[in-house]
């Protein structure tokens, strides 16, 4: 699996804590957003991780605009059920703030590996 990190901030403390969580089942690269969302789109990566100080607005802007809505969520917590439904129903790009990163990246990669890779 494959994941790039784009938003607008704390994008080395994400890559930290997805390599740790990823292990050695992937990579994980920083991008410019636009960069990063062409990556998911094109299939080259499968998850796009984000960070701004609401969630939703530079953590996700391009990412919306190039992937679409219906595939980007805002995660406020790290509810396990909500993060695995939305990898379920084909979300493959979360922001969040940088606040809750050290909680929900590893959640989120771990349910990703688990959804994505089976």
């Given at each position: 699996m494959k994941i790039v990190i784009g938003g607008q901030m704390g994008k080395e403390e994400i890559k930290e804590l997805a390599v740790t969580a990823m292990g050695d089942e992937g990579e994980v690269v920083i991008k410019d957003d636009?960069?990063?969302?062409?990556?998911?789109?094109?299939?080259?990566?499968?998850l796009y991780l984000g960070a701004c100080m609401t969630?939703?607005?530079?953590?996700?802007?391009?990412?919306?605009?190039?992937?679409?809505?219906?595939?980007?969520?805002?995660v406020a917590d790290a509810d396990e059920n909500a993060i695995r439904k939305a990898l379920e129903s084909g979300k493959k790009a979360f922001g969040f703030t940088p606040s809750i990163s050290k909680t929900v990246v590893p959640v989120i990669v771990r349910l990703a590996k688990e959804v994505m890779c089976n």
């Open positions: 636009v960069a990063a969302a062409m990556d998911v789109k094109g299939g080259k990566a499968d969630g939703g607005g530079g953590a996700l802007a391009m990412a919306i605009a190039i992937l679409g809505y219906g595939t980007c969520m805002t």
